[in-house]
Every structure is written in C-alpha cells, then in structure tokens.
C-alpha cells in the first residue's frame, strides 16, 4: 500500500513531519494521509476537545499539495475540508460540544494556505508568480501541551528545494488589504478587488494555532 511506503509511512506516523503532495489532483492521497494522522490524534490526544483542537489542527498543517488544474485544486481544498471537518464534528460530539467556529476558520486558512494551483516543475503559478507555501512552526510543543502556539513564515518552492532557512515570522512585503485569497473565499463572499493597493513589511505574529485565522501581523517602518 502507497501509504506504507518510507518516507509516506514515517509523514502518517507523526504529527509534525510534513509532506508535500506534487500532483495533488482531488487530493486522495492527501486526503488519506490527513485520516491517518487524524485517528492518532483521536487515539493519542482524547483526554478533552481542546487537545483534539490544536492537534487536529497541527496535524493539518503538516500537508500540502499542488495541483495545474484549477478544478482539481478546488476538489482538494473541499475534499481536505470535508475530511477534517467530519472528524472534528465526531470528536466534538464524543465531548457533548459543537465544532468552534474558530477552529474551523483555521482549518480553512491552513488548507487554502497548504494547496496551491500551479506547475510543479516551474514552481510557478499560472499567473507567472511563485508558488509560495507558509511553514506552521509549533514553538510551545511538549507532552503536556494543550494549546499550541505558531509561528508562520513563507517560503517559495524554490526555497523549499534550496533549503533556505528562515528566521521565525521573517519580515515579507504584503499588499495593503490583500490577504492570502483562497477558494474558500468565493464560497464565503470575502474577496474584496482593489487595484489600488500598496505594500508594506510585515511579518505573522507568534498565535494559537485555533487562531490563524485571523492572520494578524506586526507591520516594520523602513
């Protein structure tokens, strides 16, 4: 079985060792690796739903995937959704909750952060911009904790493949009122055309991981 295969096996078997996805397609395969990783959750960190939470999530952020073809991406991110989804549903109902509207507002700013449309061998998007993905950093991780805090930082492809180590949270130009779009976005009516926008230097602040969603930055002068 595909999953059983070293390096595949070892990326299943642990929450934090990350796999990227080059073909994603309609994300199967992703899709197969997040359930795995998500019944060690449920087996591992049951003790309450906030563990479940911020590990789930964890687990989450570990997968990543690019696929060409913009129908097929948009399959994967609601597939990878879906998935996660059920299972924090299940969970929630083993602990007599509902799902967080926050923890699932994370979900989908991993997943939309983790998926990317564009051609593998180019590291390119369609629109000639790099592929770019954002590293999750657990910083808080040990076996007592509950609630995982992150820092996010962004790395091209190619520095991926280059093996370019950044600092925590490295500063990055991002476009005033531009935040990352995502399929989610044209299902929730959140995206918001400005032509008019202009940069500044930024970097992702250290958060919760059940509050990435909120993407909230710190902004450098000069």
Do not use: H
Request: aromatic share 10%; net charge negative.
């Amino acid at each position: 079985m595909m999953l059983n295969q070293p390096g595949i096996k070892e990326a299943c078997e642990d929450l934090t060792t990350s796999f990227l996805e080059p073909a994603a397609g309609e994300g199967a395969f992703l899709v197969a690796i997040l359930r795995r990783k998500l019944d060690m959750v449920a087996k591992t960190y049951n003790k309450n739903i906030a563990k479940i939470e911020n590990y789930s999530l964890l687990a989450l952020s570990t997968l990543y995937g690019i696929e060409l073809l913009e129908d097929n991406t948009y399959a994967c991110v609601m597939n990878m959704y879906q998935e996660y989804f059920a299972f924090y549903n299940e969970q929630a109902k083993k602990f007599a909750t509902r799902p967080k509207e926050k923890v699932l507002k994370s979900a989908k700013k991993i997943i939309s952060s983790n998926i990317e449309q564009g051609d593998f061998l180019t590291r390119l998007k369609a629109d000639g911009s790099p592929i770019i993905f954002s590293e999750w950093r657990p910083i808080n991780l040990m076996k007592n904790t509950t609630n995982i805090r992150v820092g996010r930082t962004q790395y091209t492809l190619d520095e991926i493949y280059e093996e370019v180590n950044k600092s925590l949270g490295e500063i990055y130009e991002q476009e005033e009122e531009d935040k990352q779009i995502s399929f989610f976005d044209a299902i929730d009516d959140e995206f918001i055309n400005d032509e008019n926008q202009t940069t500044r230097s930024v970097r992702y602040m250290i958060t919760n991981i059940t509050d990435v969603y909120l993407e909230e930055v710190e902004e450098f002068n000069g």
